[in-house]
């Protein structure tokens, strides 16, 4: 057992790794100056749709310090709009552009189809033990 967790534990670093690389992917296709953690957080506030930096450094489990430099480069690149929360106005609203919702959606739609092309030729039960391995991973 001690050899296949340690395999497992192997190739969840494989893994991370590429998933890194997709990430700087993406965000090299979105914005020439957009870091891959730009992209995470953008990628996160076009699936909530509107959100702020202090939510998206909780749910990233990141500094507020890099959502906010990163949120200033995601304005210049004209990817969010940031403007004062009418309940709260020390507190700002960042929501995606149009231009944002359609890069992002396209950089997922490449990242599918290139997962759809890895597991199409596997039987669909296989697939769904895996998302819940992954599931199980997440939550730990």
């Known amino acids: 057992m001690d050899a296949a967790i340690a395999e497992a ?3 969840l670093g494989v893994l991370f790794g590429r998933v890194r690389l997709v990430y700087k992917e993406a965000a090299a296709q ?29 749910a990233l489990e990141t500094d507020k310090s890099i959502v906010s430099r990163q949120l200033r480069t995601l304005e210049e690149a004209g990817l969010i709009s940031i403007r004062v929360d009418p309940a709260d106005a020390r507190a700002r609203v960042l929501a995606p552009t149009l231009e944002a919702v359609e890069k992002v ?6 990242q599918q189809e290139r997962l759809r092309g890895l597991l199409a030729s596997r039987p669909e039960d296989e697939v769904r033990v895996f998302a819940g391995i992954l ?6």
């Open 9 to 11: 534990e192997e190739q």
């Open 30 to 58: 979105i914005h020439p100056d957009l870091q891959p953690v730009g992209y995470k957080i953008l990628s996160s506030i076009v699936r909530l749709g509107e959100t702020n930096a202090s939510a998206l450094a909780i």
């Open 105 to 110: 959606g396209a950089a997922r739609a490449r």
């Open 135 to 140: 599931r199980l991973i997440s939550a730990g």
